[in-house]
T-cell receptor, first 117, second 114 residues
Framework: GNSVTQMEGPVTLSEEAFLTINCTYT??????LFWYVQYPGEGLQLLLK?????DKGSNKGFEATYRKETTSFHLEKGSVQVSDSAVYFC????????????????FGQGTILTVHP | NAGVTQTPKFQVLKTGQSMTLQCAQD?????MSWYRQDPGMGLRLIHY???????DQGEVPNGYNVSRSTTEDFPLRLLSAAPSQTSVYFC?????????????FGPGTRLTVL
């Protein structure tokens, strides 16, 4: 079956530090890959996505590249802010032939990020 | 648009009690789903639906029932609550048109079973 593995947390950084959160996956077929973010007390929000190999998703200074050869989708940001403190989830949705999907998501365990001033 | 709404926000039950978690969306999305979030385990899919009258099981369906009588609503029922069902529950919806679409999540229901 499908699975997603994220780096162990929590991660604590100072403001303006470089961030990497590792994510690797196992899937059959042609999955799409996502990063979701959960701010304290809220539901999940889509941060970025990539739907095919070598695609780069980006949003709010965050980036992740779909690497099929290493089955990875690592999240990076060059300079984090206090407001980036949240839980980050890597997820995949397995595509079906024809490029459509029922959208079932398989999540990693989540990585807690805390950014200090 | 309100997006995805969930009620209640918090609930405490005793073992054996029943209750229904409500979920509604106003985006005319075909796909709706329920996840539970437990520490260190990410989110796990309980049940999902691809349209009114159509439901199916996810990864952890035992102890939960769902129905989908309208496009807007997708309630989750616990018939006899157990302490193992203590968790945070999230409802999500998305459009099925056009391929891999963003899922929109509700704010969650924090359930404690004593």
């Amino acid at each position: 079956g499908n699975s997603v593995t994220q780096m162990e947390g929590p991660v604590t950084l100072s403001e303006e530090a470089f961030l990497t959160i590792n994510c690797t996956y196992t899937a059959t077929g042609y999955p799409s890959l996502f990063w979701y973010v959960q701010y304290p007390g809220e539901g999940l929000q889509l941060l970025l996505k990539a739907t095919k190999a070598d695609d780069k998703g980006s949003n709010k200074g965050f980036e992740a590249t779909y690497r099929k050869e290493t089955t990875s989708f690592h999240l990076e940001k060059g300079s984090v802010q206090v407001s980036d403190s949240a839980v980050y989830f890597c997820a995949l949705s397995e595509g079906y032939a024809g490029g459509t999907s029922y959208g079932k998501l398989t999540f990693g365990q989540g990585t807690i990020l805390t950014v200090h001033p | 648009n309100a997006g995805v709404t969930q009620t209640p926000k918090f609930q405490v039950l005793k073992t054996g009690q029943s209750m229904t978690l409500q979920c509604a969306q106003d985006m005319n999305h075909e796909y709706m789903s329920w996840y539970r979030q437990d520490p260190g385990m990410g989110l796990r899919l309980i049940h999902y639906s691809v349209g009114a009258g159509i439901t199916d099981q996810g990864e952890v369906p035992n102890g939960y029932n769902v129905s989908r009588s309208t496009t807007e609503d997708f309630p989750l029922r616990l018939l006899s609550a157990a302490p193992s069902q203590t968790s945070v529950y999230f409802c999500a919806s998305s459009s099925l048109a056009g391929g891999q679409n963003e899922q929109f999540f509700g704010p969650g229901t924090r359930l404690t079973v004593l």
